[in-house]
């Protein structure tokens, strides 16, 4: 199983910007596909944005147009790049590797807050 470490969370004004990375072990980090998860209290943990091994990405309505997802695959890490923030995407976003069914990894989520 992969290992991730997110980092890049924290507290931003509404309209500011933050980048968040995770950072994977393991020398097979280019095949899996890398998704950032979001969990606000009392809600449901929902996709945000994914990345294939192929590069292909897709994004929550909600973020499309502010969030942009990539991987260097040979510094073995996935970026979120979070533009024109606002209160709602306050949340604990959470790291994704995954594989198959049985290979797949979680990390251990990094704060978010929009606040002003």
């Known amino acids: 199983q992969v290992q991730l470490v997110e980092s890049g969370g924290g507290l931003v004004q509404p309209g500011g910007s933050l980048r968040l990375s995770c950072a994977a072990s393991g020398s097979i980090f280019s095949f899996y596909t890398m998704g950032w998860y979001r969990q606000a209290p009392g809600q449901q943990r929902e996709l945000v944005a994914r990345i294939t091994s192929s590069g292909s990405t897709n994004y929550a309505d909600s973020v499309k147009g502010r969030f942009t997802i990539s991987r260097d695959n040979a510094k073995n890490t996935v970026y979120l790049q979070m533009n024109s923030l606002k209160p709602e995407d306050t949340a604990v976003y959470y790291c994704?590797?995954?594989?198959?069914?049985?290979?797949?990894?979680w990390g251990q989520g990094t704060q978010v807050t929009v606040s002003s």
């Open positions: 994704n590797a995954h594989l198959t069914v049985d290979f797949n990894s």
